[in-house]
C-alpha cells in the first residue's frame, strides 16, 4: 500500500509545482517585475485580436460590457460634450468607469483599459467642476520689460527676452485639473495643446498658448503638473505618471496644426523644414523630456501631406529622431480625413496611418470597421505583424506606467475635488495674471484704472457681463461651449457687485439704450463683449470682427460716459475703430468660472502684470502677421501690456 502511495503523493506535488509555476511565469501581473518585462510577457501571450483590440479608443457613447469583452477595447474616450448624464456627478462618472473597467478585467487576459477625455482648460465637461482660463490667457500670465519697438528684434532673441514668467502657475493648474479628473475615476487627459497659432483667424487660437514657440515651450510644465515631475536619473524619453493623483497628459497636436494658410483648420500647413522644426516641434521636445505619456496627431497637412499619414514625421522623427516611448493617438475620426471626402478608401486609410506610426485610434463608432480592416490587413501580410506588436508595446507601457495593473478602478475618495474651492481660487490668481491692459486713459494724465469701488452709480453693460458661457468660451460643459449659467463660477458682474462699496448702487443693462446711459449720471460704465462660444472650424474667421450687439453697446456707452471695456475673446479682434471712444480696454480673454479675478484687478486689488502672447493687428489684411516678422506694424505689439500697481500701494 506504502509503495502505491508515493507516486499519488509525487503526482499531486507535480500537479502543485506546475501550478504555482504557471502563475510565476504570469510577470505581468507582478509589480515587481519591470516594465519592459511585463509588457514582454503579457504580450506573449496575446491574439491578433487582442493586440489590435488594444489599439482601438471607441466613444463612450458606443461602449458597453459587452462591446468591451468581446472586441478587447483597449481605450474609451469622452468626446465634447458626452457625459454619463445632464450635470452628472463625480459618483456618476465613477460608477460608469468602473463598470466598463470590470468589464475589461474579466476578458481572458485582464488588460485594463484607459479612459481618455479632453480636459483642456479643467475638467470642463463635467459639471461644476474648475474651469480655467483657456490657454491663451495663461501665455499671458508673465512679467517682462515692456518693450513698445520690436522691428529690430528677431523672434529667437525677443523669446530670451520674455522668457521671465512664471511657468509654476501652470504646473499648479495641472495638478489641480489632474486632482478633478481623477476624481471622476478618468486616468488620461488629452491636454496639453502646445499649437504655436501663427494667425488668429484659426479657429483653435485660443488653444495655443503664444505666437512664440519660446512661450509655449516654458508652458510645457501643464505636464509635470498633470503627470508628476520626472525622478531624475529618469530616462527622459520615457512617458512618467507618478501615482494615483496624476493622470497620463498628451501634447497635441502633431504637428504645424497652428501655421495653417489662413488660420483655416485642419488646412495645409505649407512651410520649410527648418521652419517647421524650429517654429512648431521645439515644445514637443520639452514634453517628450517631461514625460509626457501620449502624443496627437494633427488633422492637418504639411505641405500637401496629411499628418496621420506622415510616417517621416510620426515614426522618422517624433518616435526614432526625438526617441518619444509613449503612445502615439489619432484625432478623433482622424484617419477618415486621410483621404477626400472622408472615408472614401477606409482601407488605405487605415493601412496609411498604421504604417505612418499611429498606435491608437479613435474611431470612435465604427470599431468592426476599424478592426476588421486592420486585421485583414495584417494577415494579408500589408501590415507587418512588427508594427502592430510596435504599437501594442507603447500603449501597454503607458498603461503600466500609469499603474492601471494595479489600481485599474476609480477611487470614489476624490469626489470632492470637483471644483473645491483652492482650486476656484487657482483660477482665480489665474484670471488676475492673464489680464492684459492695452490701454487706461485717453492720455497719461487721466487713467481710469483701477476704479473706485465707492461710487454714486455705475453702470455695467455689455452680452458677457452676465454669462458663465460666454466667458469660459468653447470646450465648456458641450464641445462647441454654451450660453447661460451652463456650469457653476462667478461672472464678471456678480464679481463687481460683491466687490464695490455697498453704497454703490450698480446698474446692469445688457444693451443699454442712449436714454438709459444719458439720463443717469454714472460715475463710470464698465462695458464687457466680445465673442461668442465656439471649438474647431466653426471659429475660424476671416474678418475677425466682435458681433452685435458689442459694437453698438460700446459706441453708446462709452461714448457718454466714461469707460473700461472688457474683452471676452479667444484671440485678437478688430477694435482699432472703437479705440478711441474708450477710455480704458482690457483683454480678459475667456477667463473661465472665476470671474472675481477680472473684478480683483479692475478695483485694484491687484496690479495688471500680464502681456501679450499674441500680436494684436490693425486690420486683418495684415495676417499673418508675428513677431519678428519684417513688415511688423502692429496695434500691439507682441509683449505689449501696461501695468498698475494695487489701490492700496498707491494710496500709501
Known amino acids: 500500500m506504502a509503495a502505491r502511495r508515493i507516486p499519488m503523493l509525487g503526482l499531486v506535488f507535480l500537479l502543485c509545482w506546475a501550478a504555482t509555476t504557471q502563475a510565476e511565469y504570469m510577470k505581468y501581473k507582478d509589480p515587481k517585475q519591470a516594465v519592459n518585462v511585463r509588457i514582454k510577457d503579457l504580450m506573449k501571450r ?13 466613444e463612450r457613447a458606443n461602449a458597453s460590457s459587452r462591446v468591451l469583452k468581446d472586441y478587447f477595447i483597449g481605450s474609451i474616450l469622452s468626446g465634447g460634450g458626452s457625459v454619463p448624464a445632464p450635470q452628472a456627478s463625480a459618483k456618476d462618472w465613477v460608477e460608469m468607469i468602473t463598470t466598463f473597467q470590470k468589464a475589461c478585467l474579466s476578458t481572458r487576459l485582464g488588460i485594463p483599459m484607459i479612459y481618455g477625455i479632453d480636459a483642456v482648460h479643467g475638467h470642463n465637461n463635467v459639471y461644476n467642476a474648475t474651469i480655467f482660463p483657456h490657454n491663451i490667457g495663461l501665455g499671458a500670465t508673465r512679467q517682462a520689460q515692456t518693450i513698445t519697438s520690436l522691428g529690430f528684434l528677431s523672434l529667437t532673441l525677443y523669446s530670451e527676452i520674455m522668457i521671465r514668467r512664471d511657468p509654476g502657475l501652470v504646473k499648479r493648474i495641472g495638478a489641480a485639473t489632474a486632482l478633478e479628473v481623477r476624481a471622476t475615476g478618468i486616468p488620461y487627459a488629452f491636454a496639453p495643446c502646445i499649437a504655436v497659432c501663427r494667425d488668429p483667424r484659426w479657429g483653435r487660437c485660443y488653444e495655443s498658448y503664444s505666437e512664440d514657440h519660446g512661450v509655449v515651450q516654458a508652458m510645457t510644465e501643464l505636464i509635470p503638473g498633470l503627470q508628476g515631475d520626472v525622478p531624475p536619473n529618469y530616462a527622459k524619453d520615457f512617458p512618467y505618471v507618478a501615482g494615483k493623483n496624476n493622470v497620463a497628459a498628451c501634447s497635441k497636436h502633431f504637428v504645424g496644426d497652428g501655421g495653417t494658410q489662413k488660420g483655416i483648420d485642419e488646412n495645409n500647413t505649407i512651410i520649410d523644414a527648418h521652419e517647421l522644426l524650429g517654429i512648431h516641434m521645439p515644445a514637443y521636445i520639452d514634453s517628450i523630456a517631461k514625460g509626457v505619456s501620449t502624443v496627437m496627431v494633427s488633422y492637418s497637412s504639411w ?16 518616435k526614432k529622431k526625438l526617441g518619444f516611448k509613449g503612445f502615439v493617438i489619432s484625432d478623433w475620426q482622424g484617419i477618415d480625413r486621410i483621404t477626400t471626402p472622408p472615408g472614401a478608401n477606409y482601407t488605405y486609410s487605415v493601412q496609411a496611418s498604421i504604417t505612418a506610426g499611429l498606435d491608437m485610434v479613435m474611431v470612435p463608432y465604427d470599431y468592426p470597421a476599424f478592426i476588421g480592416t486592420l486585421t485583414n490587413l495584417v494577415n494579408q501580410k500589408v501590415i507587418p505583424m512588427k508594427r502592430i506588436n510596435d504599437a501594442v508595446r507603447r500603449i501597454l507601457r503607458v498603461k503600466f506606467v500609469l499603474g492601471l495593473f494595479e ?30 491692459l492695452l490701454k487706461n486713459g485717453k492720455s497719461s494724465n487721466e487713467p481710469l484704472l483701477p476704479l473706485p469701488k465707492k461710487a454714486d452709480k455705475i453702470l455695467v453693460a455689455g452680452s458677457h457681463a452676465d454669462n458663465i458661457g460666454y466667458q469660459c468660451g468653447g470646450w465648456t460643459i458641450e464641445w462647441q461651449g454654451g450660453s447661460g449659467n451652463i456650469t457653476g463660477g462667478t461672472t464678471i458682474l456678480d464679481a463687481i457687485r460683491s466687490t464695490v462699496d455697498p453704497a454703490t448702487n450698480v446698474v446692469f443693462s445688457e444693451k443699454p439704450d442712449a436714454d438709459l446711459v444719458q439720463s443717469n449720471h454714472f460715475s463710470y460704465a464698465i462695458v464687457v463683449v466680445g465673442e461668442p462660444p465656439y471649438a474647431e472650424t466653426a471659429g475660424d474667421s476671416l474678418n475677425l470682427t466682435i458681433p452685435e450687439p458689442g459694437p453698438s453697446t460700446i459706441q453708446t456707452v462709452c461714448g457718454a460716459v466714461r469707460c473700461v471695456v472688457v474683452l471676452i475673446s479667444g484671440r485678437p479682434v478688430v477694435i482699432q475703430p472703437y479705440l478711441p471712444v474708450m477710455d480704458a480696454l482690457v483683454a480678459a480673454w475667456l477667463p473661465g468660472s472665476e470671474g472675481q479675478g477680472v473684478a480683483d484687478v479692475l478695483f485694484g486689488d491687484f496690479g495688471f502684470t500680464g502681456k501679450l502672447p499674441r500680436t494684436w493687428f490693425k486690420s486683418v489684411e495684415q495676417l499673418p502677421m508675428n513677431v519678428g516678422d519684417k513688415s511688423y506694424d502692429p496695434l500691439f505689439p507682441f509683449g505689449f501690456g501696461l501695468t498698475t500697481k494695487p489701490a492700496a500701494a498707491v494710496q500709501n
Open 303 to 318: 505641405n500637401g501631406v496629411k499628418m496621420h499619414a506622415n510616417r517621416r514625421l510620426v515614426t522618422g522623427h517624433l
Open 407 to 436: 489600481n485599474p478602478l476609480p477611487d470614489p475618495s476624490l469626489g470632492d475635488q470637483i471644483g473645491k474651492q483652492e482650486h476656484r481660487e487657482l483660477a482665480r490668481e489665474a484670471v488676475r495674471k492673464s489680464l492684459v
Open 46 to 58: 496575446m491574439t491578433l485580436a487582442e493586440k489590435i483590440g488594444q489599439m482601438t479608443q471607441i
